[in-house]
C-alpha cells in the first residue's frame, strides 16, 4: 500500500490532464450552448467519469436564455456511438419519458427519467387531495442531445436545464449562523421533502446538503419570528426505484458496489447491501447533526492512507455521536436514525418526519 504522500504526484497528474482536457472542451462546448440563444455563459464544474471503459465528463454551467431566465445547466459529454443519429431537443412541455440506458450516467437519460417520473406522480396527487402537494424538485426546462466533433473524435453533449437558485445549496446555507428555529425547520422541510420522494417510489442514494436546493423562505408570521424554507431535490445520478427492503437481502449480499457520498454512507452499504429506505434516513440522520452542529459527526485523519477504509470504520463502528445539551432533544432521533443495525432504524422517512414535528 502506497503512503499518502507518493499518491499526492499522481492527483497531481490527474488534476493537471483534467484542465488540460477543460481546455480544449470548454470553449467548443460554449460554442454549442450559444448556438442555442444562452448568453452569459459560465462553467462552474467539470469532473471526468468512467463506466465500462467508457470515458466522459460531466459538468455545471450557469447561463441566460431568452425564454428560461437564468438557468444552471447540467451537462455530460462521452463517445458518440451514433454519430448519424440527429440532434434533438425536448423542452418542458414535451414528455420526457427516456428509457435508462446502459450509459445514463453519460447522457442523463436516467436524471431526466427520475425527474420525470416524479413530476407525474406529483400531478396525480395533486388532482387527488384537496391540499396543496409539497413540490420536491425544479422543474426540467428542457434537455438536449447534440453531437459535436472535438480533438478528431465524434463526441455526444447532453444537457438538462432548471432554474438557477440564486440562495444556492443548503451547503452554502450552512455556513451562515442559524438560529434555533431555523434548524429545526430546515430539518423538519428536508424530512418532508424525503417522505414524499419515498412516497412517490424513489429512493435518492445520495443525501446530503449540497443535493438540497433552497428556492425560497416562506413569512408564517407577521412579525416574521417565524420564516419556513422552501426546499427542493437535486441530484438523481443514484437515485433508484424503492424495491426491496433490507430485510428481504439479510441472507444475500443484493448490491456488489458501494456508491454515494462516503460522508453519509450507512453502514449496510459499506458491506455491499442493497440501498433501502434505511440508507436514505441514515443519511439524513448525518444531516440533521450536521444541521444542527454545524459540522459532520464523522471526520476523517488529515493523513489517511486509506480514505474509503477510514470512512468505512467510521460509520460501522463509531458510537453513534452525543449532540450537547442543548440539543438534547433530538438526541432520541439522531439514535433512531444512525443507528448501526437496520432493524433498529427508523421504519420509514414519514415516520422520522413525525417524531421531528413534535420536538419543542
Avoid at 48 to 75: C, E
Avoid at 97 to 103: A, G, I, K, M, T
Avoid at 167 to 187: E, F, N
Avoid at 213 to 221: A, E, H, S, T
Wanted: proline share 5%; aromatic share 8%; hydrophobic share 35%.
Amino acid at each position: 500500500m502506497t503512503n499518502n504522500a507518493s499518491n499526492r504526484p499522481k492527483t497531481a497528474a490527474i488534476t493537471q490532464a483534467l484542465r488540460a482536457q477543460a481546455s480544449q472542451l470548454l470553449p467548443v462546448l460554449t460554442a454549442m450552448l450559444s448556438t442555442l440563444e444562452y448568453k452569459a455563459i459560465s462553467h462552474q464544474r467539470i469532473s471526468q467519469q468512467r463506466n465500462d471503459n467508457i470515458t466522459g465528463y460531466q459538468g455545471l454551467t450557469g447561463a441566460q436564455h431568452p425564454q428560461f431566465g437564468s438557468v444552471m445547466i447540467k451537462w455530460a459529454l462521452s463517445p458518440d456511438t451514433n454519430p448519424d443519429a440527429a440532434n434533438h431537443n425536448v423542452s418542458n412541455n414535451n414528455a420526457l419519458n427516456y428509457n435508462v440506458s446502459n450509459h445514463s450516467r453519460f447522457n442523463l437519460s436516467h436524471d431526466v427519467a427520475v425527474l420525470h417520473d416524479l413530476k407525474q406522480s406529483q400531478s396525480t396527487k395533486a388532482q387527488n387531495n384537496t391540499t396543496p402537494i409539497l413540490t420536491i424538485v425544479p422543474p426540467v426546462l428542457a434537455y438536449d442531445t447534440l453531437r459535436t466533433n472535438i480533438s478528431e473524435q465524434n463526441q455526444q453533449f447532453t444537457m438538462l436545464v432548471m432554474p438557477y437558485y440564486s440562495m444556492g445549496s443548503l451547503a452554502h446555507y450552512l455556513h451562515q449562523p442559524l438560529t434555533d428555529t431555523q434548524k429545526h425547520q430546515l430539518i423538519v422541510r428536508v424530512a418532508h421533502l424525503i417522505a414524499d420522494l419515498h412516497s412517490s417510489g424513489w429512493l435518492h442514494n445520495d443525501i446530503k446538503p449540497s443535493n438540497i436546493l433552497l428556492d425560497d423562505f416562506l413569512v408564517d408570521n407577521a412579525d416574521y419570528s417565524s420564516i419556513t424554507p422552501r426546499c427542493l431535490l437535486t441530484d438523481f445520478a443514484l437515485a433508484e426505484r424503492l424495491g426491496q427492503d433490507f430485510n428481504d437481502c439479510v441472507d444475500q449480499k443484493c448490491a456488489t458496489n458501494t456508491a454515494g457520498t462516503p460522508a453519509y454512507l450507512a453502514p449496510e452499504r459499506w458491506q455491499a447491501y442493497a440501498a433501502s429506505q434505511q440508507s436514505d434516513i441514515y443519511a439524513f440522520g448525518i444531516m440533521v447533526y450536521e444541521i444542527l452542529m454545524g459540522a459532520r459527526p464523522f471526520k476523517l485523519a488529515t493523513q489517511s492512507n486509506d480514505p474509503l477504509k477510514e470512512w468505512a470504520i467510521q460509520h460501522c463502528q463509531k458510537p453513534i455521536p452525543v449532540l450537547p445539551a442543548e440539543y438534547g432533544h433530538y438526541q432520541q432521533v439522531i439514535n433512531k436514525a444512525l443507528a448501526k443495525r437496520v432493524e433498529k432504524r427508523y421504519k420509514s422517512m414519514e415516520e422520522m418526519w413525525r417524531d421531528l414535528k413534535n420536538i419543542r
